[in-house]
DNA sequence: GCAAAAGTGTTTCCCGTACACCCATGC
DNA sequence: GCATGGGTGTACGGGAAACACTTTTGC
């Protein structure tokens, strides 16, 4: 390990301090392919680190926790103002403290991932320092981050296939069709309407509302809703899906 | 909020401070019970404070973090330290960091969660300060311990459930009716033998040793092992099973 | 009418549960 | 032999996958 500057052994020996970062995730709709079209594409910010270490590198919104704050409410904090933007999900992934994460400064990393609307998140500060790059194409980060967005992916991909966070990506009211391929984007593979729609009606918090959709050239498809009841504990009391 | 001595702004307002503390859980033989004879039982290792703040309560072991020591290292020694033993499953559970959960300093704790050899537990440290307590029935704890325990409790029963971690509450080999017996106690019910077995065997991780245990008024039953075969992530890549 | 997606019905297969039954040991 | 748990066989039922089919819109 380099020991760069003067007072080094200070801060070296002195206890881990803390941050928070977020994984933020949203779906786009996948670039035109001809053999599999339409298939939409999870998409996240990052920042470029303006300060050593790792300067230029891309990496993981995050920052201090303030005194008075929850982690929390860190995390909330920390994602509306890299994006503006107020997230539909929001849970604790993980801690990450090994000794060696960051080349000076011992740091212990709370890391929350969240996630957004997708028409929201198109309209989003896009600026020098902040840019959204495909979730399975992201460039060689700065200090662990690369492994903590491979696990962010995987916790997003295991639990939506068992719980009912997937409408999270969308806004209050959805298709079916609209439902499915958010799933169809997070899993990367298609599903069969038929069985999804059947899956889904099973769920008892989705409810249908009395509207439909007009204006494509077939069938006008009925809007749903998710009802507020309550998800069965998969997080810690303090956590909820906001 | 008290603010007890003289220099509390400057602690009060200083970054949240972290710490770690354990849950561990192990098995004891049920009290027998006419009804319901020999349903093992959960019990779990908790500390007397000796110092303010919730002096006389009991807590979950824990302490700071050492500089040169990952999240995991520390969870381990601070286990180690309390009850003597050396886990056999060690996991992080989960960082709790609402800002009343102290009422003085601004601590963030990382759990872990532990599970322990039964009959190591059995001849661990008891002391005046430390001491065992039924799972299902802890007494009120310090600080926000007692949704942690809870949290805890339910990680461990659902996690039993979808993976093989139970037959770390046992020693290398075993028989199929002592795990039997180690679920029924995690999920406080009877299985049915013969289906508890078809579905470990299918388990593919767990491998029939060339040795039975005679002795028994019956039929020696065939002693098993857990083959290491890593199992699929369920926990971000630092994480194992030791 | 025709295309396209919404929505329903039906079959098949797998897997968990329940439970009857046989096996090997100690006494 | 008999009791006791080890271990096997088998039938039932619910749910997921595959896919044929009907419905309702725009053009």
Do not use: C
């Not at 998409?43 to 303030?66: C, E, K, M, N, S």
């Not at 604790?92 to 991932?113: K, T």
């Amino acid at each position: 390990m380099v020991l760069p500057t003067a007072n080094v052994s200070e801060r070296l020996y002195a206890p881990p301090s803390l941050a928070i970062s977020t994984v933020i995730f949203s779906i786009r709709n996948g670039t035109v392919d001809q053999d599999e079209p339409g298939l939409g594409e999870l998409w996240l910010p990052l920042v470029r680190r303006t300060r050593p270490p790792y300067v230029d590198r891309w990496a993981l919104p995050g920052g201090p926790i303030a005194w008075d704050e929850s982690l929390e409410d860190a995390a909330h904090r920390n994602l509306h103002e890299t994006t503006q933007l107020r997230p539909r999900y929001l849970e604790q992934l993980y801690a990450f403290g090994a000794v060696e994460r960051s080349p000076d400064l011992r740091v212990v990393s709370i890391v929350y991932w969240a996630l957004v609307q997708a028409d929201e998140a198109a309209k989003a500060t896009e600026g020098d320092n902040v840019s959204w790059f495909a979730a399975d194409d992201v460039p060689r980060l700065a200090f662990d981050h690369n492994e903590i967005v491979e696990y962010a992916l995987w916790r997003l991909r295991t639990k939506v296939e068992y719980s009912t966070i997937a409408h999270n990506f969308l806004g209050e009211t959805f298709t079916l069709a609209q439902l499915r391929e958010v799933y169809e984007a997070v899993l990367g593979r298609r599903i069969d309407p038929a069985n999804f729609r059947r899956q889904m009606r099973a769920s008892k918090d989705l409810v249908a509302t009395d509207q439909t959709v007009t204006g494509g050239k077939h069938r006008p498809p009925r809007l749903y809703r998710f009802g507020e009841t309550e998800a069965p504990q998969t997080t810690p009391p303090s956590s909820s899906t906001l």
